[in-house]
């Protein structure tokens, strides 16, 4: 339900919207770029009607967003031992040798005026900083363990109360609009000047015309099997960008969350690693500390070693699951530090206190993306893209615990202060685009034929293109995308438009993406290993599809 001051904000002719920014997702990447867009000129009152008008579209609900899943928190230095060249270090070490140090240095030394920012916004940080694996200090910002739904409540809530801002719930963007497109004999460079987008209510495909299209659409965990991610994580800001010619760097490095609760009630609850950060140990069926074995620094070590360790555990044990023993813990800590769990565990019949957690690694958070600049900044003029949907180099092959809402303050920041820079003179593109064409109507049948294609499409990425990779199972991944490719464009171009389609079709486009950078690889580094090429190569590259 839109608030009441929405309804006047957005400027709409016939079936077509209007507005200066439109931004494609209502995580927090979204809704700080958002907030600085408008927040900006209004400090200059001179300027105050020339304030951008922005539009952000929600394919399902605004709380319905990785983000807000995020139980960790947000890194920035901010004790006297602690150092932004600590932070550096700890990021380029954690990114194994692909971090573009030019962007790790702007985000870190810009993180405590970006704390600032959501303190601004009404977030209210515990007293504590937290400690994570891969950081050498404490050095991380939380809400008890609710973090990211904490910043993302404060932020949903000042954009509501903006008159600058129009927020549509159940828009899902389907394609962007180029300037090709719109005219066919245009022979400018590539430009984005807007969406399709279908309105889920009432199944209507309406365009949004904007000057500046940012894609925020968050991961695409969803493509595998198992993922902490919530159920619309599935890549759908890389597809779009790569249907439209952008490129894309780095897919290859999809970072397993190590610690996800195993029990069949919660296939997707995330055990955050700030437990091992306050002393949780991880032990195997046996209950040994195994993660001695495979790293110094035991079960804090960078996520993507705990995961491999943590699956190569299982496969020698033949457990489903391995534990994190937080026993020596009472129970007024884990009421007052980390509630959430303890009560979600509590509901599941597991008393933390008193026994350790089954765990499993899953799906966590996508390393690579849309090819940018530190600012957001896209191939394609006009297109930016904020959050996990871009690959800025930040995190490299491996993100750093906590950096990630960060990086979508940070971003927000830079792409915001680049628009403003041009805002002024700033105009649409001449041309309308071409109406939507609609296909015909849907049989219940082919309904369950897509069903059948995501489900075959998530085992497939799980069996073949997880943390431990082969150049066979690759190879295999790849031919059988190929097919099913074919079979999607073949159903995508003669049913109606609905949003499973669209999901299938995103996380098709984007799996195959994945695998074809996995191919390109021929070493193993940071999240990526495979055991055909163990090796690390001296010489660090970037995947650029």
């Known amino acids: 339900q839109l608030p009441n001051n929405q309804e006047g904000n957005r400027v709409k002719k016939d079936s077509e919207y209007l507005c200066d920014v439109l931004i494609i997702g209502s995580g927090v990447a979204g809704l700080a770029t958002a907030l600085k867009l408008t927040e900006e000129l209004q400090l200059k009152p001179q300027t105050s009607a020339s304030i951008p008008k922005v539009i952000i579209l929600s394919k399902e609900k605004f709380n319905m967003t990785n983000s807000a899943l995020a139980q960790g928190g947000i890194a920035s230095v901010s004790l006297k031992e602690d150092s932004f060249e600590s932070h550096i270090q700890d990021t380029l070490i954690a990114g194994a040798g ?18 600032k920012d959501l303190t601004n916004w009404g977030v209210r940080f515990d007293d504590s900083i937290g400690l994570e694996g891969g950081h050498k200090f404490r050095r991380i910002f939380h809400v008890e363990d609710q973090t990211g739904s904490a910043i993302h409540q404060a932020l949903l809530k000042k954009a509501t ?7 549509l719930e159940n828009y899902f963007a389907i394609d962007l609009i180029s300037n090709k497109q719109a005219h066919p004999l245009d022979m400018s460079p590539p430009q984005c000047i807007g969406a399709y987008v279908l309105n889920k209510t009432d199944s209507t495909v309406q365009i949004f015309r904007s000057k500046h299209t940012i894609l925020a659409t968050g991961g695409a965990g969803k493509i595998y099997l198992y993922t902490s991610n919530w159920s619309g994580a599935t890549g759908d800001g890389i597809a779009m960008a790569r249907r439209s010619g952008a490129r894309i760097s780095n897919l290859e490095f999809v970072q397993f969350h190590p610690t996800c609760l195993y029990h069949k009630e919660a296939r997707n609850f995330l055990i955050t690693e700030a437990l091992r950060g306050e002393g949780g140990t991880l032990i195997n069926a046996n209950k040994e500390n195994f ?83 530190q600012n957001g900044q896209t191939d394609i003029q006009n297109l ?10 930040f995190h490299g092959a491996n993100r750093l615990a906590s950096n990630s809402l960060l990086e979508c303050l940070t971003m927000a920041n830079n792409c915001s202060s680049k628009i403003l820079n041009t805002f002024m003179t700033d105009t649409f593109y001449p041309h309308l685009p071409r109406p939507w064409i609609h296909p015909k109507d849907s049989n219940a049948d082919e309904m369950i034929v897509i069903t059948h294609m995501w489900e075959e499409i998530r085992n497939l990425m799980w069996n073949y293109v997880g943390i431990m990779k082969t150049n066979k199972r690759l190879y295999r991944a790849q031919q059988r995308l190929k097919i099913l490719l074919s079979e999607i464009k073949e159903n995508y171009s003669n049913m109606q438009i609905h949003g499973d389609i669209l999901e299938l079709r995103n996380i098709a486009i984007t799996a195959n993406l994945m695998v074809e950078s996995a191919l390109r690889r021929k070493e193993s580094r940071g999240t990526h290993f495979n ?10 590259l970037d995947t650029i599809l």
Not at 98 to 115: G, H, S
Request: net charge negative; proline share 9%; aromatic share 8%.
């Open 98 to 115: 692909l971090c573009n140090e030019t962007t790790v240095e702007d985000y870190i030394r810009q993180a405590p005026e970006r704390i």
């Open 161 to 167: 109360e903006s008159p600058h801002i129009s927020l």
């Open 291 to 373: 993660m001695k074995k495979y790293h110094k620094d035991g079960s804090l070590a960078p996520r993507d070693i705990v995961a491999r360790s943590i699956d190569s555990e299982m496969k020698k044990t033949g457990a489903p699951c391995v534990f994190l023993d937080v026993t020596h813990k009472s129970k007024s800590f884990f009421q007052e530090r980390f509630p959430h769990i303890y009560n979600k565990c509590l509901e599941l019949g597991i008393d933390i206190t008193k026994e350790p957690i089954p765990v499993v690694p899953a799906a966590h958070y996508v390393c690579g993306g849309i090819l940018t600049d």
């Open 384 to 393: 930016w893209a904020t959050g996990e949907t871009a690959c800025t180099g």
């Open 531 to 540: 055991v055909d090429c163990p090796n690390t190569d001296p010489t660090p």
